[in-house]
């Protein structure tokens, strides 16, 4: 039985609460399918993609913490 990891950030369940698709939260975000994906993953993205996602999501940057 294999323990699962918490995911390494909040995107993911984020846009679930807020019933977005992948698709639609690259294109609000002004980013790619492939880079949300990466994201909600953990893998690493720079500064100015957190941001995109950040206000995409409907949040403020303030709220950086909740998120990343």
Same mark, same amino acid.
Request: hydrophobic share 35%; charged share 35%.
């Given at each position: 039985?294999?323990?699962?990891?918490? %995911? %390494? /950030? /909040? +995107?993911?369940?984020?846009?679930?609460?807020?019933?977005?698709?992948? !698709?639609?939260? !690259?294109?609000? !975000? *002004?980013?790619? +399918?492939?880079?949300?994906?990466?994201?909600?993953? *953990?893998? %690493?993205?720079?500064?100015?993609?957190?941001?995109?996602?950040?206000? !995409?999501?409907?949040?403020? +940057?303030?709220?950086?913490?909740? +998120?990343?």
């Amino acid at each position: 039985m294999s323990e699962r990891k918490p %995911p %390494p /950030n /909040n +995107v993911q369940q984020l846009r679930e609460q807020r019933l977005l698709s992948k !698709a639609e939260l !690259a294109r609000r !975000a *002004g980013v790619s +399918v492939l880079t949300i994906d990466r994201v909600e993953r *953990g893998s %690493p993205c720079r500064l100015d993609t957190k941001r995109k996602i950040i206000l !995409a999501l409907g949040l403020k +940057v303030e709220d950086r913490e909740d +998120v990343f």
